[in-house]
């Protein structure tokens, strides 16, 4: 069974900064990408970041500049460093990872955090 699990979200103030962090466990055998998605209230689901696992990165625009997505593959963790957080960024953060559980499987999957509150307020 495999297990993604965020940490690190909160409350920040306009222009200061927070880290993310993502442990995938379980039966693993690759996880390529890992990335982050968010979904404020009353919209869709949208991309923020993903790394492959040879550090190939993309990032959507709005966080571009702003935000730096990293791994570490020998412990299946991700993290999102942001910084000058705005308002808008205001969301709930989602780990993902598309995984390979094991040598023998022939596909991968889709597999998801349960989801971090980011709060950007004043």
């Known amino acids: 069974q495999v297990q993604l699990v965020e940490s690190g979200g909160g409350l920040v103030q306009p222009g200061g900064s927070l880290r993310l962090s993502c442990a995938a466990s379980?039966?693993?055998?690759?996880?390529?990408?890992m990335g982050w998605y968010r979904q404020a209230p009353g919209k869709q689901r949208e991309l923020v970041a993903t790394?492959?696992?040879?550090?190939?990165?993309n990032y959507a625009d709005p966080v571009k500049g702003r935000f730096t997505i990293s791994r570490e593959n020998a412990k299946n963790t991700v993290y999102l460093q942001m910084n000058s957080l705005k308002p808008e960024d205001t969301a709930v953060y989602y780990c993902?990872?598309?995984?390979?559980?094991?040598?023998?499987?022939?596909?991968?999957?889709?597999?998801w955090g349960q989801g971090t509150q980011v709060t950007v307020s004043s």
């Open positions: 993902y990872g598309y995984i390979r559980p094991s040598r023998w499987d022939t596909g991968e999957y889709d597999y």
């Open positions: 379980g039966t693993i055998f690759s996880i390529n990408p």
């Open positions: 790394v492959t696992s040879g550090g190939y990165t």
